[in-house]
């Protein structure tokens, strides 16, 4: 069974960065496309859709709303995604979980239900 483990959140100002890490236990992309997703859940409201990356070209997506803060990369530690978050506002506070899906399309990644190997995530808080 694939495991996904988050670490990095915490509670931060407003303002502060974050580098959030995500290792999984087993990648395999030789023959299917590999997507690793962050996604946050807020207090109270649905989950949402953060940024993507591709395994094997490095594309990522991000989502509109979080594009001029947030980045996804691949690290040089083995399996392991991050995802980088700047100038950290109030609104951001939420649970962040990263996924896995293989074999979707760039469209596909997404939404989140297309993903179904998932982390337990980790809570981000950030306090004005």
């Known amino acids: 069974q694939v495991q996904l483990v988050e670490s990095g959140g915490g509670l931060v100002q407003a303002g502060s960065s974050l580098r959030l890490s995500c290792v999984v236990s087993?990648?395999?992309?030789?023959?299917?496309?590999?997507?690793m997703a962050w996604l946050r859940q807020a207090p109270g409201q649905e989950r949402e859709f953060v940024a993507t990356?591709?395994?094997?070209?490095?594309?990522?997506r991000r989502a509109a709303a979080v594009q001029d803060r947030f980045s996804i990369f691949r690290g040089s530690a083995k399996n392991t995604v991050y995802l980088q978050i700047n100038s950290l506002e109030p609104r951001d506070t939420a649970i962040y979980s990263c996924?896995?899906?293989?074999?979707?399309?760039?469209?596909?990644?997404?939404?989140?239900?297309?993903?179904?190997?998932w982390g337990q995530g980790t809570q981000v808080t950030v306090s004005s």
């Open positions: 996924a896995l899906a293989y074999g979707i399309t760039t469209m596909q990644a997404t939404d989140d239900h297309w993903y179904n190997h």
């Open positions: 087993e990648l395999t992309c030789n023959l299917y496309d590999c997507y």
């Open positions: 990356i591709n395994w094997k070209t490095g594309t990522a």
